[in-house]
Nanobody, 113 residues
Framework: QVQLVESGGGLVQPGGSLRLTCAAS?????MGWYRQAPGKQRELVAT???????NYADSVTGRFTISKDNAKKTVYLQMNSLKPEDTAVYSC??????????WGQGTQVTVSS
């Protein structure tokens, strides 16, 4: 089992930035971030594969950057140019295999003036 703890969420004005942090028991596997807003389906925001390749949802491409530090066992999501529609609970995930996925408890991000 992989333990995941997110932090870094909060309230930010439109156009602002936040950096989310996911402390993991291991960063060895494919990892990334989901988000879910009230009344909406969960959305896969960003993925970083074990070799370092990254993927992003179209809605965040060019604004969000995922990275990881294997020595610190930490995954980051740098979010710039935030919009009100980015408001959601952001959860870190780890995917050791295609059939197994672990999630953290989530951190709230609210973009509002």
């Amino acid at each position: 089992q992989v333990q995941l703890v997110e932090s870094g969420g909060g309230l930010v004005q439109p156009g602002g930035s936040l950096r989310l942090t996911c402390a993991a028991s291991t960063t060895k596997f494919t990892m990334g971030w989901y988000r879910q807003a009230p009344g909406k389906q969960r959305e896969l925001v960003a993925t970083i594969f074990d070799g370092g390749t990254t993927n992003y949802a179209d809605s965040v491409t060019g604004r969000f950057t995922i990275s990881k530090d294997n020595a610190k066992k930490t995954v980051y999501l740098q979010m710039n140019s935030l919009k009100p529609e980015d408001t959601a609970v952001y959860s870190c995930y780890s995917r050791p295999t295609v059939d197994i996925e672990y999630w953290g408890q989530g951190t709230q991000v609210t973009v509002s003036s």
